[in-house]
Every structure is written in C-alpha cells, then in structure tokens.
T-cell receptor, first 115, second 117 residues
Framework: DAGITQSPRHKVTETGTPVTLRCHQTENHRYMYWYRQDPGHGLRLIHYSYGVKDTDKGEVSDGYSVSRSKTEDFLLTLESATSSQTSVYFC??????????????FGDGTRLSIL | AQTVTQSQPEMSVQEAETVTLSCTYDTSENNYYLFWYKQPPSRQMILVIRQEAYKQQNATENRFSVNFQKAAKSFSLKISDSQLGDTAMYFCAFFRAGGTSYGKLTFGQGTILTVHP
C-alpha cells in the first residue's frame, strides 16, 4: 500500500471554526491532491500540488486553501467551516508524469462533520 | 472540461454471475486514460483496472475487464464470477494526459454494486 496517512480520521466541529486536515506521504511523490466525496457527486477535486509551494485550484476550491511546504505534507484548511463542507475528504498522491498512466493512490479519508 | 457520467446509481448481482457497470465520458482530448476504482465499505479507494485511450485492446485484470469504445466515449466494466467481496461503490475516472493536466482525475458519480449470496 502507498504510504499515505490522513489525519484526523474523523472530526466534528462547529460552523465558523477553522479546520486543518493533514496528508502525509512517505513515497516522495511529486503530485498530491485533495478531493471531497459527496453522495451523487463522486469525488471532486478541491486543490492539487505539483511540487513544494506549487499548488492550484480544482473544481470546488471555494472556501478552501492549501499549503505544501515539504514534499511529504499537504495541508487542507477550511478557514471558516460551513455546514456545506461536511463531507469525506480524500488525499491522493501520484508519482507519474502527466503522460503516464500511473494511477493515483488514496489515503483512507477523513470524515468531517460541521454542525 | 471533461465530464464523466455513471448512469446506474445502484446495481445488484447474484454471486458467480456477471455484471456490467456503465460509464460514459465527454472530452475533446485524444490522449487520455480511464480508470475504474472500487470503494468497499471500509472507504478505501482501490484501483481495479486502467485503460490507455491509444490502445484498442480492452484491458483485463483477472475477473475484471473493460469494454472501451473510444468513438462512443464509453468505458464499461464487466465483473465475471461475482464474489461477495466485490460489493462496493465503483467509480469511473478520466485522466487527461499532457503537461498541464498534472494528473488530475475527473470522477463519475459512482455505482453501488451489491453482490447477493
């Protein structure tokens, strides 16, 4: 299994509070991604990183920010959590080049509930 | 932008039988990859099978095979000899090859497959 650890695994918090989810990898992969999973929508990309300090927005980035100060860590922050951000969040990594068929490997997910 | 559609929210099959999950996609790209991921109740995302768009031959992995119809933009997954452990949510995913894609995946909505004993 790819060495990806997400923390925390579960979190319950209140509307308006800041929340940070962490993704840690031991594979030295260049590419890292944050997705959210919601019923009827599959997984949707929030943000991604293609190197240290190199990040960009995905399709559902509003209300989220990310940082990657080291190859192994990719942080997702909800500056002021809202109930619409209740979801399961997945981190993924990939070592392939953009021309490779190397798949992404996923962490075990974080279930985030915002009350 | 690419879109991926899985039109079957739920499917069921008897153990040992064969089932086919549908996936269609929309893209103007010519160079891309397609994947099927499995998500059992444990919530893990597990790669089942992959297909390169430039390959005409359909990919096969043991009991899992695909029917890739590039002109029709269709990518269905066939599971033969279904087992109870195949019970899961299945996601179809699209990956546009190229330097500006950064390996990003576009997922379908998912199909819940239940295998009955």
């Amino acid at each position: 299994d790819a060495g990806i650890t997400q923390s925390p695994r579960h979190k319950v918090t209140e509307t308006g509070t800041p929340v940070t989810l962490r993704c840690h990898q031991t594979e030295n992969h260049r590419y890292m991604y944050w997705y959210r999973q919601d019923p009827g929508h599959g997984l949707r990309l929030i943000h991604y990183s293609y190197g240290v300090k190199d990040t960009d927005k995905g399709e559902v980035s509003d209300g989220y920010s990310v940082s990657r100060s080291k190859t192994e860590d990719f942080l997702l922050t909800l500056e002021s959590a809202t109930s619409s951000q209740t979801s399961v969040y997945f981190c993924a990594i990939s070592h392939g080049t953009p021309y490779s068929n190397q798949p992404q490997h996923f962490g075990d997910g974080t279930r985030l509930s915002i009350l | 932008a690419q879109t991926v559609t899985q039109s079957q929210p739920e499917m069921s099959v008897q153990e040992a039988e064969t089932v086919t999950l549908s996936c269609t996609y929309d893209t103007s790209e010519n160079n891309y990859y397609l994947f099927w991921y499995k998500q059992p109740p444990s919530r893990q995302m597990i790669l089942v099978i992959r297909q390169e768009a430039y390959k005409q031959q359909n990919a096969t992995e043991n009991r899992f095979s695909v029917n890739f119809q590039k002109a029709a933009k269709s990518f269905s997954l066939k599971i033969s000899d279904s087992q109870l452990g195949d019970t899961a949510m299945y996601f179809c995913a699209f990956f546009r090859a190229g330097g500006t894609s950064y390996g990003k995946l576009t997922f379908g909505q998912g199909t819940i497959l239940t295998v009955h004993p």
